[in-house]
């Protein structure tokens, strides 16, 4: 028996579906603009808007770099407390089907390496001197239906092209 890849470039049935070779924050940002007044508000109400977006990259065969964009701003008393955006990626085999590549990449994988996004985050918004963000669980299934929904909308004639999805904390 040899492990030689199958043909065509189809999945191999004796590897498993998903494997995440390899994770890293591939980029990171925190900036605190009005510091240090802005601490003085420590205590009121934080408005935190928190905008997800997923995006894939081909790597060779079957490899493929999913990166998971994370954008969030707080603004307490109507001044900016802190921006935070990180992008965090993962390099993963995918031995599925041709036609489950795209939900697995969008959905699975985000799934997968999104408690160690919202790790970082929490540990980040706590260092840089505020309450941690914990950000809710995501449901990457809803934000893909979302996103082929917006697809299929911008198609059609006439229609407007639609931003990226995004989540609340």
Known sequence: MTDAPPP????????????????????????VPGAPEIFRHA???????????????????RTYEVVLHLRAEAKTAGR???????????VCTLNVPDQHLHPVMLVEVPRQIFPFVRNIVADLT???????????????GELYRQRLAQQAAAA????????????GS
Request: charged share 15%; net charge negative; hydrophobic share 35%.
């Open 8 to 31: 065509n470039g189809a999945p191999n049935a004796a590897q498993p579906p998903l494997v995440i070779n390899g994770q890293y924050v591939k980029d990171l940002s925190f900036e």
């Open 43 to 61: 205590g009121e109400t934080q408005d935190i808007p928190i905008g997800i977006d997923v995006k894939t990259r081909h790597l060779d065969g």
């Open 80 to 90: 900016t407390g802190f921006i935070l955006e990180v992008a965090y990626g993962a």
């Open 126 to 140: 706590r260092d840089g001197g505020f309450p941690p963000l914990l950000i809710t669980p995501i449901d990457f």
């Open 156 to 167: 059609q004639p006439g229609a407007e092209g639609a931003s990226s999805p995004t989540a």
